[in-house]
């Protein structure tokens, strides 16, 4: 399942969904959530939805990315699940690649490269650090070796792990990609990084990243660090021997992702 939110994004989604339908592995379910949309994006949802059965349309009121995201994985119904930004888009062998791997090593957890793409048409590698593509970690493990940025559309799910887990976003903040990676990542019980540019990353300031809104911004970093820390205190100790030590690497780690901040 693809779970793609859609707000003002109209002169980006068909290209984002394009790419999605595209992908030499077929057996999708491709979840569109209009966040009440403002522009006609509502409307092309459902116009891509009629040619394509596979595409599902879903129209709720405006909540927020966490939601819309939340949504879409409530109405999920693959083995598997990942998120791609409507504005973004995904390389052609991408989830065959991703859900072959995963299968054949029954990961929890995939994580892949990405591009960044701008306006002009540059493209850059963004770099991530990690000792083997393909290697197999446990969660705790893997968030302090592998320094992935905190994007959740940076992987793939096995969608009964996140429901296991009851992991879901955090509602009505920004940077709630933030709170959720790392939460992920950690509970994980084995979890990869392939090292493949399998997503494209839009560069475009009119992103809810690149916004100016400082105020809403830097609350909603400190609520996503106290939700960090109360996830620590309850999980960290049951997960992990060397309590103390892990507990001050995974605390490390877990800021470092909160400390990707986008000017």
Excluded at 55 to 63: L, Q, R, S, T
Aim: glycine share 6%; proline share 3%; hydrophobic share 35%.
């Amino acid at each position: 399942s693809v779970i793609i939110p859609v707000y003002n994004v109209e002169e980006y989604l068909k290209k984002c969904v394009s790419s999605v339908c595209k992908q030499t592995y077929k057996n999708l379910e491709i979840i569109l959530v209009d966040d009440g949309s403002p522009d006609k994006g509502g409307a092309l949802c459902d116009k891509l939805a009629k040619k394509d059965s596979r595409i599902v349309a879903v129209h709720k009121k405006n909540g927020g990315v966490s939601s819309a995201r939340n949504l879409g994985l409530k109405k999920a119904t693959g083995k598997y699940v990942t998120f791609v930004d409507s504005d973004d888009w995904i390389e052609e062998n991408c989830l065959k690649f991703l859900t072959e791997f995963a299968e054949d090593n029954n990961l929890d957890v995939l994580c892949f490269g990405l591009q960044l793409v701008y306006p002009d048409g540059r493209k850059t590698s963004y770099n991530i650090q990690y000792e083997e593509s393909g290697k197999i970690y446990k969660g705790e493990d893997f968030i302090c070796k592998v320094k992935m940025p905190p994007a959740a559309w940076a992987a793939l799910y096995r969608r009964t792990f996140l429901e296991k887990y009851r992991i879901y976003f955090y509602e009505g903040i920004l940077h709630e990609d933030q709170e959720f990676t790392p939460r992920a990542y950690f509970l994980a019980k084995r979890i990869a990084y392939i090292n493949k540019e399998l997503y494209n990353y839009l560069q475009r300031t009119g992103g809810i990243m690149k916004s100016s809104r400082n105020k809403k911004r830097s609350e909603d970093l400190l609520t996503v660090a106290d939700s960090l820390c109360d996830f620590t205190c309850r999980n960290v100790e049951k997960n992990c021997n060397a309590y103390n030590e892990m507990t001050e690497k995974i605390n490390f780690a877990f800021m470092q992702s909160l400390a990707y901040y986008e000017p």
